[in-house]
C-alpha cells in the first residue's frame, strides 16, 4: 500500500498497482483508522496523532452536554505506514469486475421518506400521487401467513387535512391577536377612567383644604 503514503484524505489515486483486476480504476482516500483505533481527521495536517479541542459540529465528537467541550485523539489526514485500516471509494471504474466488490448490485433497503426526495428519485411532477411510489419492504416471512411489506411515512406530505390544520392554525392566531387588541383598548380605557377618577379626588382634596385654610384664618 505504499502507492497510498504521502496521500491526504480526498486524494484520488490510480489503484493500478494493487494487481492485475484493479488496473484502470482510481480510487478516492475517504478516512482510515490507525492501529490503536483512533480515526484519520480531515483537515489536520499531520501524519501522527494530536490531541484537539472539540466542540459541537466538529467531526469525531457527539457531545452529551450542552456547552461540554472534549480533548480528544485524532490522526491527522496524511497517509503513512501507522494505519491499520484505509477506507477508499472507488471512483472510476476499470475494465474487470473485482470479485465480490463490483459484480454484484446491493439494492437499496430503504427508499427515501421526504416528498421532494420521492419526486427526484421517480422523475415525478406536481400532479403526481406519490403515495403510489413509496418503497415498500418486505418482511421477514412467517410460516403459514402470508408475506407483508412496510412502508415509510411520508414526510412533508401536503393533503387537505394538512391545509385544514393550517388554516385552522392561522385563523386562531388571527382570532388570538384580535382578541388581546380588544382585551389592551379595554385596559386602556379603564386605565384612563381610574388615572380622571384619581386626578379629580386630588383636585377635590385640594379644594378642601384650601377652603379650611380661608375659614381658619
Known sequence: LSLF????????????????????YVVRISGGNDLQGFPMMQGVLTNIRVRL??????????????????????RGCIVDSQLSVLDLVIVKKGEQEIPGLTDATQPRRLGPKRVGKIRKLFNLSREDDVRQYVVHRPLADKEGRK??????KIQRLVTPARIQRKRKVLALKKHRAEKNKVTAAEYAKVLAQRQREKRQALLSRRRSSNRTSTSSA
Open 53 to 74: 479541542l472539540f466542540k459541537d459540529g466538529m467531526p469525531n465528537y457527539t457531545m452529551k452536554r450542552k456547552g461540554v467541550r472534549k480533548r480528544k485523539s485524532v
Open 147 to 152: 408475506p407483508k411489506t412496510k412502508a415509510p
Open 5 to 24: 503514503y504521502d496521500k491526504r484524505i480526498g486524494a484520488e489515486v490510480p489503484a493500478d498497482r494493487l494487481g492485475d483486476e484493479w488496473k484502470g
